[in-house]
């Protein structure tokens, strides 16, 4: 194999975290008694919850502020009264449960389990990563997993790779190392960074807009192989 190490991202790579942000949003509305369009009340949600990630990223907002905020402001936006406090607490509590996978996940890494170290490498909150990960079934085909939160450092910030370099005691050249996810801007940006091979798993063929550039690019979890 041409690489040592495979660092994984979680959502929306390995986990298919759109499907559980729906159906957890669903439950927090239902909880709170809010009304309405649920498709625009959904896509305002996501805008400005994406929003705040992106500032998250950039070190402009921290994720406590975050957790809370993207409640509030949808319930600004929307003209809605509810406690946003009780909703993120309904949202977090909930988010673990609604774990389902991307297509080809659990073939890919029952292929490549002991054969090479699969480590998660995701931006998120601790308890609920750890949670998502147990309750997915994957947990035993994972070697490591570096959370955002835990380690102080969000991708694409070089020091949560760092991070796991040392966790994992790596000394290894750089070049034996791939990082797989589904984020231009912080997992392919961050391998970049810290000077690594990246794979931009991209199911949607999305175009490149960015001036980021992957080392490869799949649309399919299982064609990763081909490129190991
Ligand atoms: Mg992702």
Not at 101 to 117: A, R, V
Request: proline share 4%; glycine share 4%.
């Amino acid at each position: 194999m041409k690489y040592d190490f495979l660092l994984f991202d979680a959502d929306d790579t390995l986990l298919d975290f759109k499907k559980s942000e729906d159906i957890s949003f669903q439950i927090v509305l239902k909880k709170n008694r809010i009304t309405g369009d649920y498709n625009s009340l959904i896509e305002s949600y996501k805008t400005i919850n994406n929003l705040l990630w992106a500032q998250h990223a950039l070190g402009i907002v921290s994720k406590d502020f975050l957790k809370i905020e993207r409640f509030r402001k949808f319930l600004e936006v929307n003209s809605l009264s509810a406690d946003p406090v009780m909703m993120c607490d309904d949202y977090l509590n909930t988010l673990p449960d609604q774990v389902f996978l991307i297509e080809g996940t659990l073939d890919l890494l029952t292929s490549l389990h002991k054969k090479i170290p699969l480590i998660i490498v995701t931006n998120g909150i601790g308890v609920v990563q750890h949670q998502r990960l147990h309750n997915s079934g994957l947990k035993p085909f994972i070697d490591l997993m570096i959370v955002s939160e835990e380690c102080g450092y969000s991708k694409p910030d070089v020091r949560i790779f760092q991070h796991t370099f040392n966790s994992l005691k790596i000394s290894h050249e750089k070049n034996k190392i791939l990082m797989i996810g589904d984020k231009l801007e912080t997992d392919i940006l961050g391998a970049n960074r810290i000077g690594i091979d990246s794979c931009w798993f991209n199911p949607d063929k999305n175009p490149n807009t960015t001036k980021i550039t992957p080392t490869f690019e799949i649309q399919n979890l299982k064609d990763l192989i081909i490129h190991l």
